[in-house]
Nanobody
Framework: QVQLVESGGGLVQPGGSLGLSCAGS????????MGWFRQTPGKEREFVAA????????YYADSVKARFTISRDRVKNTVALQMNSLKPEDTAVYYC??????????????????WGQGTQVTVSS
């Protein structure tokens, strides 16, 4: 069984920065792609960014491109999301997720096999 645990959420002012981290664990931890999604009340979970675990290739939603950066550490089994120039519309619960065997960086949430519990990010003055 794979466990994903996010950390780093909080309150930040518009224009500020915040970093999220997700640690993967489990005896059989193995992933092909890790991603970040976000969700606000009453809306579907929205793709934010993904990274190929071996290749390091990245893919971003248009709404966060050039502001957010996803990275991974294969030794520590962690994936990070650095968020800059934050806007109030970035407010959401952010979820870390992992695909076990997939190859599509643009895959929707249903293609992900494992999910973290989520961490709240609030952008407000």
């Amino acid at each position: 069984q794979v466990q994903l645990v996010e950390s780093g959420g909080g309150l930040v002012q518009p224009g500020g920065s915040l970093g999220l981290s997700c640690a993967g664990s489990g005896r059989t931890f193995s992933t092909s792609i890790m991603g970040w999604f976000r969700q606000t009340p009453g809306k579907e979970r929205e793709f934010v960014a993904a990274i190929g675990w071996n290749s390091g290739r990245t893919y971003y939603a248009d709404s966060v491109k050039a502001r957010f950066t996803i990275s991974r550490d294969r030794v520590k089994n962690t994936v990070a999301l650095q968020m800059n120039s934050l806007k109030p519309e970035d407010t959401a619960v952010y979820y870390c997720a992992a695909q076990r065997y997939g190859t599509n960086l643009a895959a929707p949430s249903r293609e992900y096999n494992y999910w973290g519990q989520g961490t709240q990010v609030t952008v407000s003055s």
